[in-house]
């Protein structure tokens, strides 16, 4: 037997004679002080039979006072083990923890309101959002390397074959193109991710003030003229005299992505519709089109970092996925909303709800 464990025992049975001999002398002091109190004189034996009996009263429960205390101090710390385990778990970015079996224990005896079982809950809790934040990093990740290797891949591949000194001319600008295409896409692509990283980290404070509404979206929609005029897109316009409260510069951008997208995804020779009206809730700006439109399926996803509704269509017609994201963004920072509603080969109809118009 180890020095220590020999030490160990030593001291365990010094303690528990300590305990004793305190107990006693605790009882023979109450006992005589009971007697003088209750002006008895009893035999000696009996005396000290009392203070014994007394004695190991005390001790007995002076004892079972500890041994509860040490049940209570282990069961805490057979539940603290595994919650102080699941926290490292998450320090070390592993957020796939399991600690359903110590939540249930609560829920069976209906205890949900224990300090012990809002530990357990709350762990549980962010250990599943710190996951999904995870997996959404890492997604974005993915995305963000699959968009910027492939304008790299073609960047790279045309650049190399202008070395060959047999290409004509005209062979040599159409790669140039190709090229200064690629370049303009990085471009877009690195500056969407801009702003979206400064709306998501809400470091962009909204400017409010007043403005015209029919006055913005007429002067965007001038703007776009060369697209729309390319394509023989019909624009049919209805805009009533509205004045808004918001960040212009901000709003702007959504309803150049949104008219964007309308132009992109009509055929030529089709409809776009950009139409103001008022009403008892606020305002509505109108955007349709008589484009390919969107799969039901594709519809709740379209507001999506990178989420394109068809990958064959967005390569031929560019776009990087991020438009509508950024677009969404803007609407939540305003408090505003956005609807989306489309039908396949009929086109596709956007409704945004402003307030504070008149």
Request: charged share 25%; glycine share 6%; aromatic share 10%.
């Amino acid at each position: 037997m180890k020095l220590s464990q020999i030490m160990k025992r030593f001291l365990g049975i010094l303690a528990v004679t300590a305990m004793l001999l305190i107990c006693w002398s605790f009882a023979y002091w109450l006992t005589a002080w009971c007697y003088n109190w209750f002006q008895i004189t009893p035999q000696e034996f009996i005396r000290q039979l009392i203070s014994s009996f007394l004695g190991f009263f005390l001790f007995g429960c002076l004892i079972s006072i500890l041994r509860k205390i040490h049940w209570v101090k282990s069961r805490q710390n057979k539940f603290l083990f595994p919650m102080i385990q699941a926290m490292k778990m998450m320090s070390e970015g592993n957020f796939n923890i399991d600690l359903s079996f110590y939540k249930n224990q609560f829920l069976e005896n209906k205890d949900n309101d224990h300090p012990y079982y809002q530990i357990v809950n709350s762990i549980h809790h962010m250990a599943e959002k710190l996951g999904e934040m995870e997996g959404m990093r890492q997604e974005f990740i993915s995305n963000v390397s699959h968009e910027i290797q492939s304008p790299l891949t073609s960047i790279s591949g045309f650049a190399h074959t202008l070395k060959n000194e047999g290409l004509s001319q005209e062979q040599r600008n159409h790669y140039l193109e190709i090229i200064e295409t690629e370049s303009i896409r990085l471009s877009k692509l690195s500056e969407n991710l801009l702003k979206l990283t400064s709306l998501e980290s809400e470091h962009l404070p909204l400017e409010r003030k007043e403005y015209r509404l029919d006055h913005q979206l007429r002067r965007i929609i001038l703007a776009n003229e060369p697209q729309w005029m390319e394509k023989e897109i019909n624009m049919d316009i209805s805009l009533e005299n509205v004045t808004v409260s918001g960040d212009e510069e901000m709003m702007d951008q959504v309803w150049i992505n949104l008219l964007h997208n309308s132009i992109k995804f009509t055929p030529k020779g089709g409809t776009i519709l950009v139409e103001t009206y008022k009403s008892v809730e606020g305002c509505t700006v109108k955007i349709r089109d008589t484009g390919t439109g969107i799969e039901k399926d594709a519809l709740m996803h379209i507001f999506e970092r990178f989420y394109k509704a068809d990958e064959s269509r967005n390569r031929d017609i560019g776009g990087n996925g991020l438009g509508l994201s950024i677009v969404k963004k803007i609407i939540d920072l305003h408090k505003y909303v956005i609807e989306v509603k489309s039908d396949i080969g009929i086109g596709t109809e956007i409704h945004v709800f402003l307030k504070s118009c008149h």
